[in-house]
């Protein structure tokens, strides 16, 4: 059962941890290099075509067991082209989309040449803003996160669009039409959804990727050093918890990504578990993270509506 005091848990978690949000984020870069189309484009095309179909395994030496990295690159280069032509600077963007209208040929951003959409704000908003042709939309279930992210002297309503969003109501539109979002990112997001819920969310997200447009997701793994923490009575489903605040998060498998962007029609660029040995040496503590990390798009000749 969804919380009915969902809202304030989540205003109060950001009141309360809101400096914490527009620290440094270039690990996303790293992790993503499709967040910055126009300085990777060479680099991912070389990627796409000397990687078509492998299996590797790497390991960081610190980052403890590594990363076990199942790669099915299916994705066309086409959705990886950034044209560099400077669009006209967006003129009068309302931050209410309540009564807004989508239309195909004007929407906030509808001049860019790349669209991301940040779902809940990890401050990629506020990171490589320089590229001309990008558009950053930024939605969160929280009024005071989308606060923060609009009272942020970085915040330029000309190259970014940030709204409130609750992805789990089917009735709320999103500020733009099907088929015109390049990259959508998850970041930490799937795992705060009731999971009976998760999938009708993921199939509206779906809807508004270009052909050849892609999902990132990076959420926390099975038996995370978090999900072993959680002490008795603190469990609502089978590996669903709440924590102390009263927020919610949910654990998953690699398997269960997946089967939720191939309902939606995606398909698989990557899946992995990122499994790393973190040591605070000041508190001399020891933690064993699991995180699941996933690419995946959607087909050129996409068979669903």
């Known amino acids: ?14 009141k309360i941890h809101e400096n914490g949000f527009f620290k440094d984020r270039h690990w996303l870069f790293t992790e993503f290099p499709e967040l910055a189309p126009s300085q990777n484009q060479n680099h991912l095309k070389d990627w796409f075509l000397e990687n ?28 990886l082209e950034h044209k560099t032509q400077t669009p006209p600077v967006e003129e009068n963007v309302t931050q209410k989309i309540s009564d807004l209208e989508i239309c195909a040929d004007e929407f906030p951003g509808s001049s860019a040449t790349y669209r991301i959409l940040e779902v809940t704000f990890y401050s990629i908003i506020f990171v490589h803003m320089s590229d001309p042709g990008l558009f950053v939309y930024c939605c969160d279930f929280s009024s005071t996160a989308i606060e923060l992210v609009q009272t942020n002297s970085e915040y330029d309503p000309s190259r970014c669009f940030a709204f409130v969003h609750d992805l789990c109501d089917e009735e709320k539109s999103y500020p733009v039409p099907k088929g015109s979002l390049d990259i959508i990112i998850l970041i930490f997001v799937l795992s705060a959804i009731v999971p009976d819920k998760m999938q009708k969310a993921i199939n509206r997200l779906s809807r508004l990727l270009k052909p050849g447009g892609m999902v990132l997701l990076r ?17 609502l489903s089978g590996n669903f918890y709440v924590r102390g605040d009263g927020t919610r998060v949910y654990f998953f498998t690699q398997e269960e990504p997946d089967m939720l962007f191939t309902t939606a029609g995606l398909e698989k660029v990557q899946n992995l578990v990122d499994r790393r040995l973190q040591v605070n040496r000041g508190k001399q503590l020891t933690m064993y993270r699991v995180w699941i990390q996933c690419k995946y798009c959607k087909p050129l000749l996409s068979s669903t509506s």
């Open 1 to 14: 059962m969804p919380s009915i005091n969902a809202h304030k848990y989540w205003n109060d978690f950001y």
């Open 52 to 79: 078509k179909s492998e299996v590797c395994e790497c390991r960081n030496n610190e980052d403890g067991p590594g990363l076990i990295m199942e790669e099915q690159h299916k994705c066309s280069l086409k959705s």
């Open 219 to 235: 959420d926390y793994g099975r038996y995370d050093m978090a999900q072993l923490r959680f002490k008795k009575g603190q469990c």
